[in-house]
């Protein structure tokens, strides 16, 4: 079997689509591109395609990754320009690398991404949000309201949160660039720390800009990974 | 593009499922919009996921926009929460292409598939900005068209259309768009427009009719202005008849989320209480030849892992066999699925569907609709309790766990023993399933009731609607009688049957009754939980109609509402029907054997197409 690593964009309206919208639309983009699809087996085969953190409806990725599983070997260029010609616009392929050796699935690799956060703040309160802004990576804890299905809980979200920088724009746009932990062990929202902001700003846009594996202090694309296996990590 | 949507287009997180307000699918149309003279909006009444499941609609987009001076766009009932948003930012609703207003276009074309999607049509034109009612638009608002087959009585909307149009309209639907792009040009009033679109099969003109009523409530007359008699169209040739190419492939799970390919048209096995099974007539089949090559092309160019065979009777289509054999050696090893949506009762379906379900058995489906031979005769479904028997320990048998097996309460001459019938029905189906699966978990027998609501054009149209509480008591009986661990049990909402029942076979007086709902409050009428009778309720007393008016049994000499609409279907042919069911005699498939004299083909000028024979 024949395994690649694809580097792709989710924007424009097609931010809207679930994780689930955007597994069908890829599949379905795989088989009118005409790639041989590798199947599990079993009595509900399902082709091997594998995705990294799920993306929350509404925020835009120029950094997203999947494997994929293929029966025959082909030209990791040729993958690219098969997909983009099929794909529908919002969707587009940036990079195909050939996976080499077997690491960790996308899903336990990926602990580190980035977000870019434009916001819109009248001009009378622009100065409050940078400060505001600005303490949330001194403060030693950060209590947000978790809701779901068996309740609510408060979590400290300030171990997730990395990094923080904000930037003025022009009018009364701010860009705010967050780095900070996602998967297994802490998942930081964006939105979540926007809303930490008490003041009357509203969010224009949110892209998640890019995603890393960490590991001992340093930091690797996914993409680099396909070629460079762990030690040990052998299959 | 529209500033309107550039408001809202950032706000979509706002709204539960937003990928059904973006449009933006593999394979839409989008055509510029100011350089098309006439511009179509193909509006269902009903959610995206349940109007692009519908076949209609797919195809008269791609016909329409295969013109060159013509565009088609397509919009549905938003949800309340997008309604809520929309109206916050004085936004109209929009089709998803151009995600233009529905008053900037030309025509509307809705979609009438059932009764209570009706209020969602009041609730598009108003969000639209289009006046709810025909007598209040002028010749620079959209001429608003209705079809589907709620048109074959489409006297309860009247009251909201310009026009209609009845039957199948793939060959003559340019020309009367054509018609009215000519008629627009000239700017003249509405009334010239309709002097010229009554020549044309099919097309039914409400306002160029007067009713008249009798002190006792029933129609008077109906009476033309014009010479036009609306008579439903039928397509001649559906060998050559258009079919989808661009088969749009949309983002969120519709409905039927499949590539499903029309196999034949029309039914003629002529089950008593069928709207669908007299309004397609006559049966006309597709060539293997045909469906293989479209079929190849349609997967290739969607990706679409399942197909579907589809038909109002697939098993009945002369060469299902080879057909469905062709299918699975040509898809199965493509990891696409095969499917048909209907099976017969007989051992030949259950082989049929072990050849395309192969090792993943998930369930099956009969429809007896009645729990005894008797009733079954009456009803003119053909099949014995023996054949029903046979089916289902083919299945077993075959390694199925779970069937389905669907029923209709309230069917006229039903006695308690019918009710009884049912009951038997699915205890000993359940213990055949016993005897192959004693020991599984999963085995499974869900039996599905629904309400009988008697139709226009049916050989039932005279009958009598059982009331809310004869429905509730029937349903209870079964409650009490259908349960155990491996037995499920569904059925309708009587309040919800009733007002369908009302809305079949109304007059123009009811339209009042749904503006006044619908101002009230109600849309989303077929939605349990968005459904509100109580509304309903108040509408018939603010408008002084009794809704029991509507569901009683009429005499051969009443005058009913849709008397003036040919659905070339002979109302002899109907009323010798209906007495036939009194003395439980059967009327035989003319597929099968000869003419049944219902008068369809001389009627619309068309033939049966049945190819017969069994090898491809």
Redesign the interface.
Known sequence: MFEYRICFVKQNLLKYLSHLDLMKAIERGIRRANLPLAFSGGFHPHPKISYGPALAVGINSTDEYLDLELSRELNPEQILELLNTVLPDGLKILAVKRILQHGKPLSALINRASYLVIIAAPAHIKHEVIHQAGQLLTAPELNVLRVNKDGQKIVNIRPWLHNLTIKENSGDVLEIHLTGEIGGNGNLRPDDIINYINLPVRIVSITRTGLWHETKGMVIKPLDICEKPETGNHD | MNLDWEKI??Q??KVSK??RY?????NIQIKEWNKHDLKVALAFPDLYEIGQSHLGLRILYELINAQPDMLAERVFTPWPDFQKLIRENKVRLHSLENKQPLSGFEVIGFSLQYELSYTNILTMLSLGGIPLLAAERTQAHPIVIGGGPCTFNPEPMADFFDLFFIGEAEEVLLDILAEIKAWKETGTEKTSLYEKLGRFPGVYIPSLFQVTYKPDSQIAAIVPESSHAPVRAAVGDFEKGFFPKQWL?P???IVHDRVAYEIQRGCSKGCRFCQAGMIYRPARERSPERIIQDLKKLL??????ELSLTSLSSADYSRIDNLISECCGCFTP??INVSLPSLRIDSFSVDLAAKFQG??KSSLTFAPEAGTERLRRVINKRVTDNDLMNAVTAAFQAGWQRLKLYFMIGLPTETQSDLEGIVNLAGEVMAIGKKFHPKTKSLRITVSVSTFVPKAHTPFQWRQQISIAETAAKQHFLQERLRGRHLELNWHNPYMSHLEGVMARGDRRIGGVILRAWEKGAQFDSWGDQFNYDLWREAFQDKGVDPNFYTRERSYEEILPWWHINSGVSIDFLKNEDQKANHEQTTEDCRDFSCTQCGVCSNLQVNPRIIGGDHV
């Open positions: 287009k950032d979509l997180n937003p990928t973006i449009g933006n699918e593999y492939v983002y969120i799970d290739a160019e969607t990706g679409y892992e493509l990891r090792s993943h």
